[in-house]
């Protein structure tokens, strides 16, 4: 069956020749079918030979960009994976609570293997979401903004009817598209949408955490959209929808090593997980954690030296004391 599908997209740059609509969407199809099947399904032979077929069908990336400027983003780490220690202890380095190493990095949603990416939502509820500690967990939760005078050039995910409709981002993203997409000749509109609509449902594809082989096709996206290139743009940061959420809130996925250049580390707060509630509808915004602060929201951070700004520890103790003796009707 593959013998016979399409090798790739473009057939001849040179003379700016596509292949065929229907032989392309006839290999989009075949994807659809591994990835709804079960990419972890394959061996690891037929993963390998995957991953060069997709290297070579996807000769051209077509992305949508604007200037982004997030108000405020949250990330959640997870102390114990970080600090290998049995109860977590803190985290002592800003890059602690960026994204995990190049070679510690797994497939993701918008990154492979070896590639180190952060991931961050624009509220706190949706990074729980996305992230769900349980009991005894021990994290992290970082707050950042945009620095002034910085932007991030950012592709959104859009282009379904399942997040149009419920997520103003993709959305907006989908109506700068159709105004583009006037200008452009019929052929090339239906060419740019059906691999659109099939890289959109692959990001919105809902993933086991213990099979992350199933963001290949996101990933393999992302990943050339964050590759370097000799264009004066080039894509810093992916907006896709939660999928936890029910697609209504929006998650970034930004290039790691350009985190501390475009964004501030406003505060961190790490705290114990003493409870977890996932059973409640995911589009409201109620407590989902029982927590215990194991220190205060920090905001006194040395980014030079790597090195959050703990309080003195006697100090920090007398204060916990004396918040836990306080009567639970004071609400001063």
Known sequence: MTDKLLDNIVKDFDRH????????????????????????????????????????????????FTDAYPTKLYRISFNKSITNQDRGGTLKKVTQILGPPADKSNFNRCNLPGES??????????????????????????????KEGEKLMLHTIFN??????????????YEGYLKEM??????????IDTI?????????????????????????????????????????????????????????????SLVLQKLELVASTTIDVLSSNYEIDPTSNEPLLGVFPA??????????????????????????IEKMMKPKNNNN
């Open 17 to 64: 020749l596509f292949n065929s609509v229907s032989s392309i969407k006839e290999k989009l199809d075949y994807y659809r079918q591994l990835s709804k099947s079960g990419l972890s399904n394959l061996s690891d032979e037929q993963f390998i030979k995957l991953q060069i077929d997709i290297k070579k069908f996807f000769n051209i990336q077509f992305t949508t």
């Open 117 to 146: 990416i952060f991931y961050c939502s624009l509220d706190f509820n949706t990074a729980v979401w996305e992230t769900k500690p349980k009991f005894d967990d021990v994290i992290t939760i970082s707050e950042w903004e945009i």
């Open 160 to 173: 379904h009817p399942d997040i149009d409709n419920v997520n103003d981002d993709a959305r907006k993203a």
């Open 182 to 191: 006037d200008k452009v000749h019929p052929k090339q509109y239906n060419l």
């Open 196 to 256: 659109i609509k099939f890289i959109t449902e692959e990001f919105i594809k809902t993933v086991d955490k213990d099979k992350p082989r199933e963001y290949l096709f996101s990933a393999y996206f992302a990943s050339e959209l964050f590759r370097p290139s000799t264009d004066i743009i080039r894509i810093e940061a992916i907006a896709y929808p939660s999928i936890q959420r029910k697609f209504g809130v929006t998650n970034l996925a930004i290039i790691n």
């Open 295 to 320: 220190y205060r929201r920090i905001t006194e951070f040395d980014i030079e030296n790597d090195k959050i700004i703990y309080p003195d520890p006697q100090i920090e103790l007398q204060h916990t």
